[in-house]
């Protein structure tokens, strides 16, 4: 079976580093939180791969990804 899980979960697990995480520790840390075999879904139900997703919030604004390191752009994170 396939889990889905929202993209609100993924900015608030990131939120809870206090500084940029290496991108590669952060994509493990998803995989070990929620298996490898999951959907990632946003607020209108698109569907996306972990890459997929982080690309999404990139282009959103949610976070940005710089010199191989991602970090919470909380200003931009929606609160519903």
Known sequence: MIDKVHAHQ?????????????????????????GSNVIFINCHE????LDQLIDFMVMRQKV??????IQLNKANVCNH
């Open 46 to 49: 698109d569907s996306f791969n």
């Open 10 to 34: 993924i900015l608030a697990l990131l939120d809870s580093y206090t500084a940029p995480v290496a991108l590669a520790d952060f994509r493990a840390r998803v995989t070990s939180t929620y």
């Open 64 to 69: 940005t990804v710089t010199n191989g390191t």
